[in-house]
């Protein structure tokens, strides 16, 4: 049963943590768009526009994309009708400078962030997460060669489309990405305990047990609205 809701919810966690397969399933039973800025950058590169080619140049190194042109991507993509109600944020903010960003857009709307659900996982889960991802071309569905196999090798279960692994996963650039999170992403987590709207979530578990627990703390924040 899917239940509407409204917030903006702040998914938080390093990279490899579950934050985009986690949003997948939350945007089906809450109907509210999951907006990835690393998705977005990606989207923009497939194009070949500017803003894709300039990304590209960051993220095949590991390192965050410049705040301001983060953050203008940002502002574009709330202005579309689907963010008016609430949204869920995977891989934004990044920075402390982002996340005062995101403060003034919500404010702007009379709005402010709803809950920022942290997946906590071990630097050793990070790496194997990562090294054994498959992305689809077609839909962007999630998958690992161990822990969440397509049905056929090589072939999205949802769309059919061909997977592929990132060109920022390579075992050298996971380092780089892992440090760069703990450096300038990591204080957000005190950011958003100080404003008391952190929401731990023991990310070492299975795909379904994060879940779970992921989607009760949601519901608990956002206001059921069907
Ligand atoms: P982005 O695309 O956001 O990458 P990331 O933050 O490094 O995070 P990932 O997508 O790697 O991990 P995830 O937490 O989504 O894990 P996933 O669900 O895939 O950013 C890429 C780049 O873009 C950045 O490096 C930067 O250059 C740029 N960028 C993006 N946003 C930016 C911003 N705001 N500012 C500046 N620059 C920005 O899961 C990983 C794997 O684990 C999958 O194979 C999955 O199947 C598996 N898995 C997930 N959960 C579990 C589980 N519980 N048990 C077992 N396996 C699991
Ligand atoms: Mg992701
Ligand atoms: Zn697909």
Do not use: N
Not at 1 to 9: C, E, P
Not at 47 to 75: C, F, H, N, W
Not at 158 to 183: A, N
């Amino acid at each position: 049963m899917s239940t509407s809701a409204s917030g903006y919810i702040v998914l938080l966690g390093a990279p490899g943590a579950g934050k985009g397969t986690q949003a997948e399933r939350l945007e089906k039973d809450i109907e509210l768009p999951h907006i990835a800025t690393g998705d977005l950058f990606r989207a923009a590169l497939k194009q070949q526009t500017e803003l894709g080619k300039l990304a590209q140049s960051y993220m095949d190194r590991g390192v965050l994309v410049p705040d301001d042109v983060t953050i203008a991507m940002v502002k574009e993509r709330f202005g579309q009708a689907d963010a008016s109600r609430g949204a869920i944020l995977d891989g934004f903010p990044r920075t402390v400078e982002q996340a005062v960003a995101l403060d003034s857009i919500l404010a702007e709307r009379g709005a402010g962030v709803t809950i920022a659900p942290y997946i906590k996982v071990s630097t050793d889960t990070l790496l194997a997460r990562l090294a054994g991802r498959w992305v689809c071309r077609g839909c962007g569905a999630v998958y690992h060669m161990l822990y969440s196999p397509p049905a056929r090798e090589g072939v999205c279960d949802s769309c059919g489309g061909e997977l592929y692994q990132r060109s920022d996963d390579t075992p050298e650039t996971h380092l780089k990405r892992i440090q760069v999170y703990l450096e300038e992403t990591a204080p957000l987590i005190e950011f958003y305990r100080d404003r008391g709207l952190l929401a731990e979530v023991d990310g070492e578990q299975d795909i379904e047990g994060v879940y779970a627990d992921l989607l009760r703390l949601v519901r608990g924040a956002t206001q059921s609205s069907s």
